[in-house]
């Protein structure tokens, strides 16, 4: 389920590794992860990773990835966002849209 307000049941499967994409048609990055809180019996979607970082937290080598990726020289143009559910459209679970421009995310530190 979506935040407070959405009851829409998300198979995670098919969100994970879709290219997200801004308002303004702009490459964001791929969904790497999801975060939820439980609310009372039900467990709600709070936040997407997008992102190389991403999936450093999803497997829980972050330290690892950040060595390699800054050996790399690669960190540096490839940020992590946070975005919170709202700002996501999952309409089409297959290709996710943000409600805004990527300009207007907070970069996840990593």
């Known amino acids: 389920m ?11 499967e098919l969100l994970l590794g879709n290219l997200v994409i801004d308002v303004e048609g702009k490459e964001v ?9 439980q609310q009372g ?3 709600v979607i709070t936040d997407f990773l ?4 991403a999936i450093a ?3 829980s080598v972050q330290h690892f990835f950040t060595k390699a990726f800054t050996f790399f ?3 540096a143009d490839r940020p992590t966002y946070r975005i919170p559910w709202h700002q996501l459209d999952l309409s089409d679970p297959l290709r996710p849209c943000l ?3 990527v300009q207007e995310l907070k970069v996840q530190d990593c």
């Open 2 to 12: 979506l935040g407070n307000e959405l009851h829409q049941e998300i198979h995670l």
């Open 29 to 37: 990055g791929r969904i790497e992860e999801v975060l939820a809180a």
């Open 41 to 43: 019996d039900e467990w």
């Open 50 to 53: 997008v992102g190389w970082a």
């Open 57 to 59: 937290e999803r497997l």
């Open 73 to 75: 020289h690669e960190s």
């Open 99 to 101: 409600t805004c421009t």
